[in-house]
């Protein structure tokens, strides 16, 4: 029973293709060899037995009496597990990972080693390249200066910080890591909840996408884009989320003084009585409506905004598509400028003096026209 149990573990020792499987004397020369140490280390049996391991290692750890220490080690301790570079027959090196077991008799004399071998070159090159990509990437984020990026632990804790951070927000790295990002919202914010309210957000929906104010380590405040994304392995288990900051403080002054222009201008459109001011759309529909315009047309700007200008034209001037290719004019020479007959809401006439301009996006894009129609009747009648 004993004598079939030694072959079949032979068998299944030497038929193992993928790994160096040997026996070393307690001297450290080789006393078994199996398939996988002619696939991993190039050498046939014969070539190899009685050999000492040393074979296996560059001048350099022969040199430093790495091969007896190794050993050593594995009789001392109950085994020896390393990764490094060894070598085979022709000479090449590979990448290898070595297990040394200590053999023992009944009485606990040492016998010999059993080691184990396998390449793993592939692994460690891959091992390498991301590596140098990780740290390409890192020496990228912590280059980045116009944003702020740096990753939060599951529970929001600052993990790491960039120099983009640091400039946003004003802390030094040692000063924020460890820290609960949500020291860089409002009083009313924290006491609201909003920090853990944004990170539930990317919890389930894996991203939180949002502007508004922010503050620096001196109180101040800006204005920010904020975008946080959920960072997950490979089975899905939550690692944490990486927080992306840039402060828009400027754009959003540049907005808002827009918008107050905008707002200025409306108002002033608004308040115009003498002149019928509005906007169509590309196909001459009625957008908005000014006060001058209920004035001179008599429709208030319910009754008329989402009806085609033409309700302005005469019968006739609407078979003849008047309307139609006064806009044409307009789009071809980006302006059309005429008098003449146009009509209120209770049907009277009045001489109009009217001004088509075609509006164009940044792009050039046509998204509209602008209309001024100012009465001209009393003047006319002179």
Known sequence: MDNNSDVIYRMLVQSV??????????DGTVASWNEGGLNVLGYRPEEIMGQHAAVFYNEEDRRRGLP?????????????D???WRCRKDGSTFWAHVVIYPIRNDVAQLVGFAVVCRDCTRQQEQQRKE??????????VEGVTDYAIYMLDIDGNVVNWNAGAQRAKGYVAEEIVGQHFSRFYSAQDRLNHVPSQNLQIAYRTGRFEDEGWRYRKDGSAF???VVIDTIRDDQGKLLGYAKITRDCTEQQRVRNEQREQERRFRLLVE????????MLDIDGVVVNWNAGAERAKGYRAEEVVGQHFSLFYSAQERLNRTPEANLGIALKTGRFEDEGWRYRKDGSAFWAHVVIDAIHDDDGKLIGFAKIT???TERREQ
Not at 17 to 26: E, N, R, T
Not at 133 to 139: C, G, K, N, P, V
């Open 271 to 278: 308040g115009v009585t003498d002149y019928a001011i509005y």
């Open 131 to 140: 590596r140098e990509q990780e740290a390409r990437f890192r020496l990228l």
């Open 374 to 376: 100012r009465d001209r």
């Open 68 to 80: 007896q220490r190794e050993l050593d080690i594995a009789a001392t301790v109950g085994r020896y």
């Open 17 to 26: 293709i993928d790994y160096a499987i040997a026996m070393l004397k307690p």
């Open 223 to 225: 204005w920010a884009h």
């Open 82 to 84: 390393y990764e490094g």
